[in-house]
């Protein structure tokens, strides 16, 4: 007993021991080295290092080279992990893409492009961290007609294997140089700033997204980032035209399963036109149109969607849908069979919406997470929900933060959740209810 | 845990999953641990540590792993606490946000309708205008047009006024809303600030719990460990003292023993050293008896030894002898060894020399075998070139004799019927008839001759008669020896080959029969058919012998066969035969010759042949011959003489008839003038 756990420990104190010299393994393989071998004794500087392996100027040779000859795939592991070690990171992309697969040497091109760097977002791939974020910062400096297309298109088949997700967190609208703003602006801002002109459409996401045959994930936002004082309405302008090619690119794009387009002002009209062209999209699972100007119109549009799609999360946070939208929403979710989570935070469905998706919940056996926070709605609602809580025994969360229950709500609900068995989580704050409270049950 | 927002209020995720996900990954680890505690005490009861141990350290886990689930509830507890927390100033905004729309959208109702309301007073007052307008129009005088014109001039100021009003009031709201805007905008960055403020707490806090719970899990896994040190430690000193009372108590039951071996060792000692000396005592006469006895055998000793020396040197001498002997003897061998490799070596040269000398012999004989069969076939060939030459120059000269005779015959007969006038008769000719060489009748052999009797059996009765009294001239009997030659068949089958009669198994009786009498006649040399009756002959008269010896045996016997020879005698019989008859191996030898083609022929009776020809005409009637020609001879001389006197009558005739011519002539012509000529030319033809 005693011997296990000394064991233990002296392995554990080793292993940290290691890691913590890691770093100095090199001038201690010297030391052995100095060691092992025989010193001149004439001239006491001179030590076996500084006379380099034959190989070792090879493989430099090689390094230097590189750009012009690259040799890799034929060289021993031993020489190879050598090479990548030294490599520069600035070699063009054109030649490593293919050839390099070594997650080191891709992890000291982010490092060296940028500060902050959390592959685990990335499956743990610095290739594709690189290529992706490469290709986002492209598009996002990508100025409409200033900026040739080929700038894009040239990547395209270098990252096109590696590319699973594009957050593109800002795009820019094209150049208008206009007489009546001031040099300052123009000097501060050129690339910024834009007018009313007969296009304001910005990059045309047609020429990219069929191109990338591994494309999983897409988020999108019309506006540009920190402007700052140089603000314009302009800039955040997301025209019907965009709109038209966003939704052809998503079409072609079958390999999609999240889109995501935030604070992008889509109106119904746009809404609309995304969703037709997302219907009976074979693999998308997840859509996102947290922070524009959707109402009934467009939320009709996306509850004609939810029936035909896989559709598994539905976010519509902060947009404008009210009673009649969120009804025709209810009405889909009561036949849907794929949606695991739905969040409608932040919408003015009202009484009217409320009581219409709390029917809904009735006939839903597959919904888990549903998200109504912030909907101006009252006790009423809470009844209809206290009522779909006893059949319903599939939802686990339940957000109904920051309505007026009342305190007779708060009530008929907990009454309701009492006979129920598979909420895990209900949020009421800020609701009225008459002590402040996040219920647990089981 | 939570990432730090872009716009407090806005981007907010949602709070259930994340802790329940957490809450999972949580309790997957416990289960793991929990899952390997098991494994562990398992091994730990495989292994055989006793109940009581296995118990405490069950116990023990338990513990630990009640402090682990404790700190784990106590996380998770921590961490929905802050992420409530933390998601309270989200709903708060939330709850603003909420406020505001709700004020926004009142103060938009508000502001529709008194725009609404401002513009239907504007309308009602633009109306009145322009009905004023018309009501100006039917103004005839100047000044009321100025009135009416001023009054209507105050009315637009009106409106104008009004609009104004209406435009600076939504600017005020708009400056209002601005600085709002300002506001919220200060607000939800100190939200936000507050926010970071209160996730950085919680992280602290969380990672201070943590730290904390590690400790409190580490000291318990500590104190777990040292609690089982201690037992341990415990088990062992207690099981220690119990090995060491153990040995003690063993020590002290082996000196006791050591002790109770020594008193029974010394006991043991007195005992055998009393025993010792009786027994040294005995021991000492026994000595002393032996010690004479070995005086004696002392003196034996010597006195053979002495004579076994007397005897060693006879020996030796004799042996000296023999070896003299024995080199003699191998002198001897080695020398007759010499003479008998000599006497080899001669033999085997000899025989070497025999051997080429044989070897030359053979060739020769071979040599000479052959040249013999080529002489032989030559003579053959030439005996029967000599033989078709023979018999043609016989038919030439049978024929020239037969001719000559012929002519002789007819001679005879022209002389007899001419000269003579006897009647001719022809004698005897029986030569004429015949032609061609003197042809010998060949002696049949042995084996057709008992063909033919041995097929007598299947021709009639009267053959057999008719051919029995040719028969008897050879003295027996056909039937007899055709008996006698199936007792042979019978009795001799040991000198017939056993292939043979293998082979002829098969055959009909009397082949089988014919090829064995073959096989058993040329075994005991009898060749031709004489020498079978003979032989048959003796048998019978051997038979007649035996019946003088054997009445007896025969009485009895002779009912069956009277006139056959007794099978028990046959073989005697035929001994003595071959005895008396080895006459025919000198026939054999000649015969031999003659069976390899050179058929000697007999020509004895050639000489008579000729002789008869040349006598075909008898001595009587060459005497008469002979007289003839004496007689004819003296009737030519006659008649050459007559013939001499014819010429000369003729010639004298003749000189008659010229003498008478010439005489004619001179007595008819000049009788005168030649009359003196004609008798000497007359002169000159003498007859």
């Given at each position: 007993?005693?011997?296990?756990?000394?064991?233990?420990?002296?392995?554990?104190?080793?292993?940290?021991?290691?890691?913590?010299?890691?770093?100095?393994?090199?001038?201690?393989?010297?030391?052995?080295?100095?060691?092992?071998?025989?010193?001149?004794?004439?001239?006491?500087?001179?030590?076996?290092?500084?006379?380099?392996?034959?190989?070792?100027?090879?493989?430099?040779?090689?390094?230097?080279?590189?750009?012009?000859?690259?040799?890799?795939?034929?060289?021993?592991?031993?020489?190879?992990?050598?090479?990548?070690?030294?490599?520069?990171?600035?070699?063009?992309l054109?030649?490593?893409?293919?050839?390099?697969?070594?997650?080191?040497?891709?992890?000291?091109?982010c490092?060296?492009r940028w500060a902050v760097s959390d592959?685990?977002t990335y499956?743990?791939?610095?290739?594709?961290m690189f290529f992706e974020r490469h290709l986002e910062n492209i598009i996002e400096f990508f100025i409409p007609d200033a900026t040739d297309t080929k700038t894009v298109l040239d990547v395209v088949p270098l990252c096109r294997?590696?590319v699973k997700r594009l957050k593109v967190s800002q795009l820019l609208p094209p150049i208008r140089e206009s007489p009546r703003f001031d040099e300052d602006d123009r000097s501060d801002c050129a690339s910024d700033t834009g007018s009313e002109g007969p296009s304001m459409d910005h990059f045309d996401f047609r020429i990219l997204l069929d191109k990338l045959?591994?494309l999983e994930e897409l988020n999108v936002v019309y506006g540009v980032k920190g402007c700052g004082m140089n603000f314009e309405w302009n800039l955040f302008e997301f025209t019907f035209r965009d709109c038209e090619f966003l939704a052809k690119a998503l079409h072609s794009c079958k390999t999609l399963q999240v889109f995501r387009i935030h604070r992008s002002k889509v109106d119904d009209e746009k809404c609309c036109l995304l969703v037709s062209q997302l219907l009976?999209h074979?693999?998308l699972?997840e859509l996102d149109f947290s922070h524009n100007h959707i109402s009934d119109r467009g939320a009709r549009a996306i509850g004609k969607l939810?029936?035909?799609s896989?559709l598994?999360r539905l976010v519509v946070c902060n947009n404008q849908i009210r009673g009649p939208g969120a009804?025709a929403l209810?009405?889909?979710?009561?036949?849907?069979?794929?949606?695991?989570?739905l969040n409608l935070r932040l919408n003015r469905i009202?009484?009217?919406?409320?009581?219409?998706?709390?029917?809904?919940?009735?006939?839903?056996?597959?919904?888990?997470?549903?998200h109504?926070g912030g909907n101006n709605?009252?006790?009423?609602?809470?009844?209809?929900?206290?009522?779909?809580?006893?059949?319903?025994?599939?939802?686990?969360?339940?957000?109904?933060?920051n309505?007026?229950?009342?305190?007779?709500?708060?009530?008929?609900?907990?009454?309701?959740?009492?006979?129920?068995?598979?909420?895990?989580?209900?949020?009421?704050?800020?609701?009225?209810?008459?002590?402040?409270?996040?219920?647990?049950?089981? | 845990?939570l990432q730090p927002e872009p716009f407090a209020g806005e981007e907010a995720d949602?709070?259930?999953?994340?802790?329940?996900?957490?809450?999972?990954?949580?309790?997957?680890?416990?289960?793991?641990?929990?899952?390997?505690?098991?494994?562990?005490?398992?091994?730990?009861?495989?292994?055989?540590?006793?109940?009581?141990?296995?118990?405490?350290?069950?116990?023990?886990?338990?513990?630990?792993?009640?402090?682990?689930?404790?700190?784990?509830?106590?996380?998770?507890?921590?961490?929905?606490?802050?992420?409530?927390?933390?998601?309270?100033i989200q709903?708060a905004v939330d709850a603003r946000e909420s406020d505001r729309r709700t004020e926004l959208e009142e103060a938009c109702r508000l502001r529709r309708d008194k725009l609404e309301?401002e513009a239907?007073?504007s309308?009602?007052?633009?109306?009145?205008?322009?009905?004023?307008?018309?009501?100006?129009?039917?103004?005839?005088?100047?000044?009321?047009?100025?009135?009416?014109?001023?009054?209507?001039?105050?009315?637009?100021?009106?409106?104008l006024?009004d609009k104004n009003k209406l435009i600076s009031e939504l600017q005020q709201e708009l400056k209002a809303s601005d600085d709002h805007y300002v506001k919220d905008l200060k607000r939800q960055a100190k939200d936000i600030d507050l926010l970071i403020?209160?996730?950085?707490?919680?992280?602290?806090?969380?990672?201070?719990?943590?730290?904390?719970?590690?400790?409190?899990?580490?000291?318990?896994?500590?104190?777990?460990?040292?609690?089982?040190?201690?037992?341990?430690?415990?088990?062992?000193?207690?099981?220690?003292?119990?090995?060491?009372?153990?040995?003690?108590?063993?020590?002290?039951?082996?000196?006791?023993?050591?002790?109770?071996?020594?008193?029974?060792?010394?006991?043991?000692?007195?005992?055998?050293?009393?025993?010792?000396?009786?027994?040294?005592?005995?021991?000492?006469?026994?000595?002393?008896?032996?010690?004479?006895?070995?005086?004696?055998?002392?003196?034996?000793?010597?006195?053979?030894?002495?004579?076994?020396?007397?005897?060693?040197?006879?020996?030796?001498?004799?042996?000296?002898?023999?070896?003299?002997?024995?080199?003699?003897?191998?002198?001897?061998?080695?020398?007759?060894?010499?003479?008998?490799?000599?006497?080899?070596?001669?033999?085997?040269?000899?025989?070497?020399?025999?051997?080429?000398?044989?070897?030359?012999?053979?060739?020769?004989?071979?040599?000479?075998?052959?040249?013999?069969?080529?002489?032989?076939?030559?003579?053959?060939?030439?005996?029967?070139?000599?033989?078709?030459?023979?018999?043609?120059?016989?038919?030439?000269?049978?024929?020239?004799?037969?001719?000559?005779?012929?002519?002789?015959?007819?001679?005879?007969?022209?002389?007899?019927?001419?000269?003579?006038?006897?009647?001719?008769?022809?004698?005897?000719?029986?030569?004429?008839?015949?032609?061609?060489?003197?042809?010998?009748?060949?002696?049949?052999?042995?084996?057709?001759?008992?063909?033919?009797?041995?097929?007598?059996?299947?021709?009639?009765?009267?053959?057999?008669?008719?051919?029995?009294?040719?028969?008897?001239?050879?003295?027996?009997?056909?039937?007899?020896?055709?008996?006698?030659?199936?007792?042979?068949?019978?009795?001799?089958?040991?000198?017939?080959?056993?292939?043979?009669?293998?082979?002829?198994?098969?055959?009909?009786?009397?082949?089988?029969?014919?090829?064995?009498?073959?096989?058993?006649?040329?075994?005991?040399?009898?060749?031709?058919?004489?020498?079978?009756?003979?032989?048959?002959?003796?048998?019978?008269?051997?038979?007649?012998?035996?019946?003088?010896?054997?009445?007896?045996?025969?009485?009895?016997?002779?009912?069956?066969?009277?006139?056959?020879?007794?099978?028990?005698?046959?073989?005697?019989?035929?001994?003595?035969?071959?005895?008396?008859?080895?006459?025919?191996?000198?026939?054999?030898?000649?015969?031999?010759?003659?069976?390899?083609?050179?058929?000697?022929?007999?020509?004895?009776?050639?000489?008579?042949?000729?002789?008869?020809?040349?006598?075909?005409?008898?001595?009587?009637?060459?005497?008469?011959?002979?007289?003839?020609?004496?007689?004819?001879?003296?009737?030519?001389?006659?008649?050459?003489?007559?013939?001499?006197?014819?010429?000369?009558?003729?010639?004298?005739?003749?000189?008659?008839?010229?003498?008478?011519?010439?005489?004619?002539?001179?007595?008819?012509?000049?009788?005168?003038?030649?009359?003196?000529?004609?008798?000497?030319?007359?002169?000159?033809?003498?007859?």
């Open positions: 007993m005693l011997h296990w756990w000394f064991r233990r420990f002296s392995c554990m104190s080793r292993s940290q021991s290691s890691r913590r010299t890691g770093s100095m393994r090199p001038v201690n393989a010297a030391a052995d080295g100095r060691k092992m071998r025989s010193i001149i004794a004439e001239d006491s500087e001179w030590s076996l290092e500084l006379v380099p392996l034959l190989t070792t100027l090879c493989l430099q040779h090689i390094i230097k080279h590189f750009r012009e000859k690259p040799i890799l795939d034929e060289l021993t592991p031993k020489y190879k992990a050598y090479v990548l070690q030294r490599l520069p990171t600035s070699l063009p054109t030649i490593t893409a293919n050839l390099i697969s070594d997650e080191s040497y891709w992890k000291r091109c490092e060296g592959v685990s499956d743990n791939s610095w290739k594709r294997n590696y045959p591994n009976d074979p693999s699972q939810l029936n035909r896989q598994k009804q209810a009405h889909a979710l009561s036949k849907n069979i794929t949606l695991l989570s009202g009484d009217e919406g409320g009581q219409a998706l709390a029917q809904a919940l009735v006939k839903n056996k597959t919904l888990v997470n549903l109504l709605m009252t006790e009423p609602t809470a009844v209809a929900l206290s009522q779909a809580l006893v059949e319903n025994c599939t939802l686990k969360n339940l957000n109904l933060s309505n007026k229950l009342g305190v007779d709500g708060g009530k008929v609900l907990e009454e309701g959740m009492s006979h129920n068995s598979s909420l895990v989580e209900c949020d009421i704050r800020l609701t009225d209810v008459s002590q402040d409270r996040s219920i647990t049950v089981q | 845990m949602e709070p259930g999953p994340s802790v329940e996900s957490k809450n999972q990954a949580e309790r997957i680890t416990a289960r793991r641990l929990r899952i390997a505690a098991r494994n562990e005490t398992k091994t730990r009861q495989e292994l055989g540590e006793d109940s009581q141990g296995k118990e405490d350290i069950q116990e023990e886990t338990r513990k630990s792993q009640k402090e682990v689930e404790k700190s784990k509830r106590h996380m998770v507890k921590l961490q929905s606490d802050g992420l409530e927390l933390v998601t309270n709903v309301n239907k007073s309308q009602e007052k633009f109306e009145e205008i322009t009905r004023k307008w018309t009501d100006a129009k039917m103004k005839q005088t100047p000044l009321d047009l100025r009135d009416a014109m001023n009054s209507q001039q105050q009315l637009c100021e009106q409106i006024g403020e209160r996730m950085e707490e919680q992280i602290s806090s969380l990672k201070k719990s943590y730290r904390e719970d590690l400790q409190q899990i580490e000291n318990s896994f500590d104190e777990e460990r040292r609690t089982l040190l201690t037992k341990h430690r415990k088990k062992w000193g207690h099981q220690m003292k119990e090995q060491s009372e153990k040995e003690l108590r063993n020590m002290m039951q082996g000196l006791s023993l050591l002790e109770e071996h020594e008193d029974l060792l010394q006991k043991l000692r007195v005992w055998k050293a009393e025993e010792y000396n009786t027994d040294k005592i005995r021991m000492d006469t026994e000595v002393q008896n032996l010690r004479k006895k070995l005086q004696e055998v002392k003196f034996n000793c010597h006195l053979n030894e002495e004579k076994l020396d007397y005897k060693y040197e006879v020996l030796k001498k004799r042996e000296e002898e023999n070896a003299i002997l024995k080199s003699h003897l191998k002198r001897k061998i080695i020398r007759m060894q010499d003479v008998l490799n000599n006497l080899k070596s001669k033999c085997a040269s000899q025989e070497k020399q025999l051997k080429t000398e044989e070897q030359s012999l053979r060739n020769d004989y071979t040599r000479i075998k052959q040249q013999y069969i080529d002489m032989q076939k030559k003579a053959r060939h030439f005996a029967a070139l000599d033989a078709e030459r023979f018999e043609k120059l016989w038919l030439i000269n049978e024929d020239e004799v037969k001719a000559l005779a012929h002519r002789v015959l007819e001679t005879d007969r022209i002389i007899h019927e001419q000269q003579l006038g006897l009647a001719w008769v022809s004698p005897p000719l029986p030569f004429m008839e015949r032609s061609g060489p003197i042809e010998h009748k060949t002696l049949r052999t042995a084996s057709q001759a008992a063909a033919d009797t041995l097929q007598e059996e299947t021709r009639g009765d009267l053959v057999e008669e008719s051919e029995g009294l040719g028969d008897t001239a050879s003295g027996v009997n056909r039937r007899t020896v055709k008996r006698i030659l199936e007792l042979l068949c019978d009795e001799l089958g040991f000198l017939v080959e056993s292939k043979l009669l293998k082979l002829v198994s098969h055959l009909e009786k009397n082949d089988q029969s014919l090829i064995k009498l073959d096989a058993i006649f040329s075994a005991i040399g009898i060749e031709s058919e004489k020498d079978v009756y003979t032989m048959a002959e003796f048998l019978m008269n051997y038979r007649q012998h035996g019946r003088e010896q054997r009445e007896l045996m025969e009485e009895e016997e002779t009912t069956n066969n009277s006139d056959f020879i007794h099978h028990n005698d046959l073989l005697v019989a035929l001994k003595e035969f071959t005895a008396q008859y080895c006459r025919p191996h000198g026939v054999q030898a000649s015969q031999k010759s003659s069976v390899l083609g050179l058929i000697m022929r007999d020509d004895s009776e050639d000489a008579a042949h000729w002789e008869s020809i040349a006598n075909v005409i008898p001595e009587s009637k060459l005497r008469l011959w002979s007289a003839l020609d004496t007689a004819i001879n003296k009737y030519h001389t006659v008649l050459t003489e007559r013939a001499e006197l014819l010429v000369e009558t003729q010639n004298v005739q003749q000189q008659n008839t010229e003498l008478r011519q010439l005489l004619h002539l001179y007595t008819t012509s000049k009788a005168s003038a030649e009359p003196e000529m004609q008798p000497t030319r007359m002169r000159q033809f003498p007859m």
